[in-house]
């Protein structure tokens, strides 16, 4: 058993055990790490030994960090996987070049002064994710100390950018009436998929800020776990795939 970790370049660094480069085709390369046989409880020294091992990935080049616990039965499987979305990652790489993520909680005025030294902005209530380029990163840290903001945390891998904007994936939701239980299925485990997804990530800047007592990171990283389980079960009763729970929004681009 093994867990992916994260998509890079093939031209990256080798990466840092215990993590192994498996080659995915066309100039791109799974990182993958061995995972434990039997399941173990998440704590908070679990999830920053994988942030750092991710963190060293981007200090070595362009990095698309992928969520905690997706695990395969060996390589072959991690790369059938990556294969399938080949086109999608290559894109995001892309996007994503030279680039890395801050997070920045502060009143909107703030975060709207900050949208120029950034090339892309994800708003979530008070606060905002920012991909900023490389050499941009000095500039941006002293901008936003001079305005004030309530935090900032960073520079982090991509996690708010890891998708190309636009993107259009294949997959759309089932609406034959044949299959129309499939595509509702489809549906709802979309969006649980995509609030697992941003609670995942808050929960993660919330350790950062010390937010989050020890007790609470055992219980949300267990529930995470446990709700990833779950998924993969309801995923294969329905007969769907994880790239198909990435629904196809048309000029919105995907979900997740």
């Given at each position: 058993?093994?867990?992916?970790?994260?998509?890079?370049?093939?031209?990256?660094?080798?990466?840092?055990?215990?993590?192994r480069?498996?080659?995915a085709?066309?100039?791109?390369?799974?990182?993958?790490?061995?995972?434990?046989?039997?399941?173990?409880?998440?704590?908070?020294?679990?999830?920053?030994?994988?942030?750092?091992l991710?963190?060293?990935?981007m200090?070595?080049?362009?990095?698309?960090?992928?969520r905690?616990?997706?695990?395969?039965?060996?390589?072959?499987?991690?790369?059938r996987?990556?294969?399938?979305?080949?086109?999608?990652f290559?894109?995001?790489?892309?996007?994503?070049?030279d680039?890395?993520e801050?997070?920045?909680?502060a009143?909107?005025?703030l975060?709207?002064?900050?949208?120029p030294?950034?090339r892309?902005?994800?708003v979530?209530?008070?606060?905002?994710a920012?991909?900023?380029?490389?050499?941009?990163?000095d500039?941006f840290?002293?901008?936003?100390?001079?305005l004030?903001a309530?935090?900032?945390?960073g520079?982090?891998?991509?996690?708010s950018?890891?998708?190309?904007?636009?993107?259009?994936?294949?997959?759309?939701i089932?609406?034959d009436?044949e299959t129309?239980?499939?595509?509702?299925?489809?549906?709802?485990?979309?969006?649980?998929?995509?609030?697992r997804?941003?609670?995942?990530?808050?929960?993660l800047?919330?350790?950062?800020?010390?937010?989050?007592?020890?007790?609470q990171?055992?219980?949300?990283?267990?529930t995470?776990?446990?709700?990833?389980?779950?998924?993969?079960e309801?995923?294969?009763?329905?007969?769907?795939?994880?790239e198909e729970?990435?629904?196809?929004?048309?000029?919105l681009?995907r979900?997740?």
């Amino acid at each position: 058993m093994i867990e992916l970790v994260a998509i890079v370049r093939a031209a990256a660094p080798p990466p840092p055990a215990p993590l192994r480069a498996v080659a995915a085709g066309d100039g791109l390369v799974a990182v993958v790490a061995p995972a434990p046989e039997t399941e173990e409880e998440v704590t908070a020294e679990a999830l920053w030994r994988r942030e750092e091992l991710v963190e060293q990935l981007m200090a070595g080049g362009d990095v698309l960090p992928v969520r905690y616990g997706t695990r395969f039965a060996d390589d072959d499987e991690a790369v059938r996987s990556v294969a399938a979305r080949r086109a999608g990652f290559a894109a995001a790489l892309d996007h994503v070049r030279d680039a890395v993520e801050f997070a920045v909680r502060a009143p909107s005025p703030l975060l709207d002064a900050l949208r120029p030294l950034a090339r892309e902005v994800a708003v979530q209530r008070a606060s905002a994710a920012y991909l900023v380029e490389r050499e941009m990163v000095d500039t941006f840290s002293a901008r936003v100390e001079e305005l004030g903001a309530d935090s900032i945390t960073g520079p982090w891998p991509p996690y708010s950018f890891t998708e190309p904007p636009g993107a259009l994936p294949a997959n759309r939701i089932g609406a034959d009436p044949e299959t129309v239980e499939q595509g509702l299925a489809q549906l709802v485990l979309t969006i649980v998929e995509l609030l697992r997804q941003l609670m995942e990530r808050q929960a993660l800047r919330r350790i950062d800020a010390g937010g989050l007592t020890a007790d609470q990171v055992e219980r949300m990283g267990t529930t995470f776990m446990e709700l990833d389980k779950r998924m993969t079960e309801l995923r294969e009763h329905f007969g769907l795939t994880p790239e198909e729970l990435n629904l196809n929004l048309g000029p919105l681009g995907r979900l997740l």
